[in-house]
């Protein structure tokens, strides 16, 4: 089980809380102008990265509140907790180095690198 | 027209192998929201409360009449000890406090308190909660948001005595059973 650390209530177990996805993902400034495709870009495609990703957490058995969290997704490794609003810090991860030589993307799906 | 009130528990106080499970039903609560960095709004609500309200995370202030609980940065819950002065005091907040930026709810009827006394309570508790309770509660002062098994709860040290543990629990009406039933349960283990 992780322990995170809510920038509010201190370090808690996992199963208090909840993720998000994503962070750092910017609406669009004028939706009426993008075509379906841009749009489903903005909704629905995410980077799925193996290794640092910064994703949105809430404590919702706990303060409710959001917060962003710089995670390993590979190892599970929280490197950094950080409140809605601050800039995300600039971290390096140690990401695992596989025989193989897989791709940085989850699971080798070469199609969710963006064009 | 007034509306009948009822307690969850049939039982209301439960006696078994030194931990006592009582029921405090109808106490007055109120959920206070609001920005803490208002200052029109903390000093309104401390001279209606005549306390200031606790902006440190998962930490109350009590006078003799209720207690502020703090839920969140800008989220308080009023329980009271005395019932006399809840209506008095929902009025004034609702009256005083700027209604486009706070919001006052009575929330008497949400939740119930469930108290749990005995040599052996943080014990017990521990067969439940993954939060660590002899950190995270570690002053009278202290409050915690967690989860009991599955459901949310709001727990308050409450130690009255220095060797008989106490503690509130703040759960929903419908998980008062469950909840008391686990616990009863949990009391097999430490004989009388």
Known sequence: ?115 | MNLKRNKVLEVSTIKKNGITIKELPFVGKINLRGNSKDREFMSNTGSILDIVIPTEPNSKIQNTDFQVIWLSPNEWLVSFLNNDHFLKIFEELNIKLNPEKTSVTDISENKTIIRIEGYNTSELLKKFMVIDIDNALNSNLRVAQTIFVKIPILIIRNHHDKDIQSFDIHVNRSHTTYLRDLLLDGCNQFID
């Open chain 1, 1 to 115: 089980m992780l322990l995170i650390n809510c920038p509010y209530c201190g370090e808690r177990e996992q199963e208090e809380f909840s993720c998000g996805g994503e962070a750092h993902i910017e609406r669009p400034k004028n939706p009426p102008e993008l075509n379906d495709d841009q749009w489903a870009d903005y909704l629905f495609l995410r980077q799925n990265i193996k290794g640092l990703q910064y994703e949105r957490w809430n404590h919702s058995f706990g303060c409710r509140q959001w917060f962003n969290v710089a995670r390993n997704t590979a190892t599970d490794e929280i490197l950094a907790v950080y409140k809605m609003g601050e800039k995300p810090p600039e971290l390096k991860s140690n990401d695992p180095v596989t025989p193989c030589g897989e791709p940085a993307i989850g699971s080798g799906n070469f199609s969710t690198f963006k064009k």
